[in-house]
């Protein structure tokens, strides 16, 4: 008996700091998919969006897996970066692009950017995908360790998206399923929040792929939201009476968030319309009317949003499992109960204490970096965060230069969190920005 899609999932949410969802992603068996947008309102949610209906109108069904994966990301980069380059209002948006497609067990992907495949098998998650990000390569390179690059402020720099240029090299693969495994795609909004080992544990510990879809959301919120967060699930198994959808798009679940579907396919058009005299399909599907999900908002999200046509929403929020720490048996005496309070407090005070001196401490440091939107940074502090997510840096100064102009092994030497004075770094950018200019 062949392997199936037996379960499945998805969910997005807007975080806590964004007013806005630039993912967007696609559920519709044998293809899954994830878009993290990059450009701004209205340029990084068009472009993630058009990566996602890129599966409409450009797959070959009678092309391998990887090839198909492969033609979509190409065709979706060509329509975004044109689109970027004839319309200001989009100039620089990109989105990432992962995908799979599951056939007779085998689970094909397609990869562009700093969204994320991951596989549990057996109690253990793996990742699949190698994201094309700044802070990789310095791992790669052996400049800073895994650890670090957990939590290293340019984490969400990449170096490869759809879009920026006019093509783009995907990263292709196939792997083979087991009865039982849970795949993941999911937006770095998950996993700049969530540890690697905790994404496991939710997902362990919920009762439904849908549950965990929720609950890594929750978890995610919870530890501050600061990005969109989008996540997409589906279980591998051996049972004849949940066979996968049809290979047809024709039913396809998908998620945005407050984005027009008209706006979407006027893109594209203005896209495709000028180039040999081609136009988007007009009958190309997107489901736009998302169902707020009850859980994660009870558990602290700021909005999720979903498409699931007919779907039961009448769980209770309050079941959702959570990872909570257990008091061991011996910390149950009453003396535990009665000291508890005053040494936690103590602690409190002590951990407060130390995260301000570190905080004071760092600011006769700078460093350079990128912000949010890439351009190079000069940041005040320690490349750091403290106890209670303090971070012991603030940004200074925001050039002109986008990192990506840089040449590589400069913006290597000149992102490496060295941290110097006030006046090298001050001259370092501005000397960047006398040479390079804003490209």
Same mark, same amino acid.
């Given at each position: ?13 807007v ?8 993912d967007?992603?696609?559920e ?23 990566a ?13 897996p ?9 065709a ?21 692009f ?17 969204s994320?495949?991951?596989r ?17 390569e ?26 920026p ?12 399923g087991?009865d ?22 939710v ?27 989008? $996540?997409? *699930?589906?279980? @591998?198994g051996?049972?004849? =009476?949940?066979? !996968?959808?049809?290979?047809?798009? %024709?039913? &396809? ?13 006027a ?28 859980r ?9 949003r ?36 005053? $040494?936690? *407090?103590?602690? @409190?005070?002590?951990?407060? =204490?130390?995260? !301000?001196?570190?905080?004071?401490? %760092?600011? &006769? ?5 990128t ?37 590589r092994l ?6 490496d969190?060295?941290l110097?004075?006030r ?7 501005r000397q ?8």
């Open positions: 008996m062949s392997l199936q899609i037996v379960e499945r999932a998805g969910a997005t949410d975080g806590r700091h964004r007013s806005t969802n630039e967007s992603y696609l519709s068996p044998p293809v899954f998919a994830v878009a993290d947008g990059m450009g701004g309102a209205r340029a990084g949610e068009v472009a993630s969006r058009m996602v209906e890129a599966f409409a109108s450009n797959r070959d069904p009678d092309a391998p990887e090839e198909q994966l492969a033609a979509v990301a190409r979706a980069n060509r329509s975004i970066h044109r689109l970027a380059q004839e319309d200001e209002s989009r100039a620089g948006m990109g989105t990432t992962t995908a799979v497609m599951v056939d007779d067990g085998e689970v094909a992907t397609g990869h562009v950017g700093d994320r495949l991951y549990l098998r057996d109690g253990a998650l793996e990742r699949l995908t190698t994201d094309h990000s700044l802070v990789e310095l791992v790669a390179g052996g400049k800073i360790s895994p650890e670090s690059a957990e939590n290293h402020p340019q984490r969400a720099i990449i170096t490869r998206a759809l879009g240029e006019p093509d783009v090299k995907v990263d292709t693969f196939t792997s083979r087991r039982g495994d849970v795949y993941l795609l999911c937006s770095d909004g998950l996993t700049a929040m969530v540890p690697e080992q905790q994404l496991a544990a997902l362990q510990g919920s009762s439904s792929l849908q549950d965990g879809a929720d609950a890594l959301i929750a978890a995610a919120n919870e530890r501050g939201g600061k990005d969109n967060i989008t $996540v997409v *699930l589906f279980r @591998l051996q049972d004849s =009476a949940a066979a !996968a959808a049809p290979d047809t798009l %024709s039913g &396809q679940e998908t998620g945005v968030d407050q984005i027009d579907a008209g706006e979407v396919r893109a594209m058009a203005a896209a495709e319309g000028r180039s040999a005299g081609a136009h988007a399909n007009p009958g190309a599907t997107a489901v736009i009317d998302p169902v707020t999900a009850s994660a908002r009870a558990a602290g999200a700021t909005e999720v979903r498409i699931r046509p007919g779907a039961d929403r009448d769980h209770d929020p309050a079941e959702t499992p959570r990872g909570r720490p257990v008091l061991e048996h011996g910390a149950r005496r009453r003396g535990f109960a009665r000291r508890g309070p005053i $040494v936690g *407090l103590l602690a @409190l005070l002590c951990v407060a =204490a130390l995260g !301000a001196g570190l905080y004071v401490g %760092s600011r &006769q440091f700078y460093f350079l970096g912000d949010e939107r890439g351009l190079v940074t000069l940041y005040r502090g320690v490349p750091y965060s403290a106890p209670f997510g303090v971070e012991l840096y603030t940004e200074e100064h925001t050039s002109t230069v986008p990192a990506r102009n840089v040449p400069q913006r290597e030497a000149v992102l969190h060295q110097r004075g006046g090298d770094a001050v001259d370092l950018v960047l920005e006398r040479t390079r200019g804003a490209g």
